[in-house]
């Protein structure tokens, strides 16, 4: 039995259609290596990393100094309990993601294991808040149609993407789901913990742009009726939009923030949720400890790779490269759509493309995806939006090519 029939066998993958996935015409991709933006299967053929491995890997596979932090850290010790303990990469981490805020604005890192985990204690954390303030009337969360923010059952209860989240709507924790910013004015804002966003751009929902200045609009009315603003930078974090955070094109810090994906350079399993030291206080009293936590919290080694990546960014000036290669993007996605009238839109936030493709009904951006890989491109669709969101080490050429691989596949297969 070859590797992909044993995958067949004995593995359930996640957001898979599983009778599909073990048919005997299916054929599993198997990644056997990285290096750079390139990705290759076991029979040795090469594909662009177009969606960054689950929007995950920033400085390309295999970067040596994240190779080099994470080996000499599995030489000390690979993990140990972070509940009584710590250790030198994670305060030492905890410490520089603090630096990367203004003083006296995010102060405190509490450590899980990804972006639902990190959402999930964001959660927690802003619903405590408010009962050791004596408002524990406002319990609710507010978030926005198309929301996706995570599996666990807390952060899947602020999800808005029907396919995913409709079996769970009636359970998790208490949730206003709005379409617009202006029904704000119509919820009563006393019952309100925090309201959750994506800053920016929507990703599960489809490469969803927000308004230009709805952000430092949403964090106003958060201060107008003290309630907690919590952005999810899972996604958008660490280069993504072309800035280190999202909510900086607005100038906006949020009372809570999400990390995850992008830490650890996309690595290994490891997220930060940030908070204030007004938050980070209301709970020293031992009465109000917040009892929350995961077995991996504050791992050595996933530590040491983001440190690792944080100094990548900082030393080889990640970021300074990326509005060329926004520009030449947004360029190339404009020709795609120019010379292909099925393409019926192209959404861009820096380095995050969605491409939306006319299906007259029919779902193709799965079989768009699939041809694809045949001229070197790997991503995924959601719906009909096929989504490009490679590496930040991406050039100019790897854009081309995967922009013509898309165009050939989305030719195959509507003509």
Not at 54 to 60: A, D, R, Y
Not at 98 to 112: A, C, Y
Not at 235 to 242: E, L
Request: aromatic content about 8%; glycine content about 10%; some cysteine.
């Amino acid at each position: 039995m070859n590797l992909g029939d044993k995958d067949k066998s004995f593995i359930w993958h996640p957001f898979t259609p599983m009778a599909e996935w073990c048919s005997d015409a299916s054929e599993p991709l198997v990644i056997e290596r990285g290096d750079g933006v390139y990705i290759y299967d076991n029979l040795g053929r090469q594909y662009i990393d177009g969606n960054a491995s689950i929007w995950t890997n920033v400085h390309g596979h295999c970067h040596p100094r994240i190779n080099e932090a994470i080996t000499k850290q599995i030489g000390s010790i690979a993990h140990c309990s972070f509940l009584g303990t710590t250790n030198e990469p994670a305060i030492l981490l905890a410490e520089r993601l603090i630096g990367l805020f203004p003083s006296k604005s995010l102060e405190r890192v509490f450590f899980s294991d990804d972006g639902s985990t990190a959402i999930e204690c964001a959660m927690k954390m802003a619903v405590q808040y408010f009962q050791i303030k004596g408002q524990s009337e406002r319990c609710r969360f507010v978030t926005f149609g198309n929301a996706y923010h995570g599996d666990t059952l807390g952060a899947s209860s602020l999800g808005g993407v029907e396919r995913f989240f409709s079996r769970f709507s009636d359970l998790g924790l208490p949730v206003i789901h709005l379409n617009s910013q202006e029904e704000l004015n119509e919820v009563n804002c006393e019952e309100i913990a925090a309201i959750v966003l994506e800053p920016l751009v929507q990703g599960a929902a489809g490469i969803r742009l927000w308004p230009d200045g709805m952000l430092k609009q949403i964090r106003d009315w958060c201060d107008a009726h003290q309630v907690l603003l919590i952005l999810d930078e899972v996604m958008t974090g660490f280069g993504r939009t072309g800035r280190m955070f999202a909510c900086e094109h607005e100038d906006v810090i949020p009372d809570i923030m999400a990390l995850a994906k992008g830490l650890t350079g996309g690595y290994l399993p490891l997220a930060a949720t940030l908070t204030t030291g007004e938050i980070f206080n209301a709970f020293l009293d031992e009465e109000n400890t917040f009892y929350y936590g995961h077995s991996y919290s504050g791992n050595p080694v996933g530590c040491a790779a983001a440190l690792a990546s944080l100094k990548i960014f900082e030393e080889e000036e990640a970021l300074s490269d990326l509005p060329e290669k926004i520009n030449y993007l947004s360029k190339a996605l404009e020709q795609l759509k120019t010379e292909n009238h099925k393409v019926i839109d192209v959404r861009q936030c820096g380095l995050i493309a969605g491409i939306e493709i006319l299906g007259n009904g029919e779902i193709i951006g799965p079989e768009v995806c699939s041809i694809a890989r045949d001229y070197g491109l790997l991503t995924r669709a959601i719906g009909n939006t096929v989504v490009f969101m490679p590496p930040l080490v991406i050039n100019n050429e790897q854009i081309s090519n995967s922009m013509c691989a898309l165009q050939t596949a989305i030719n195959k297969v509507v003509g």
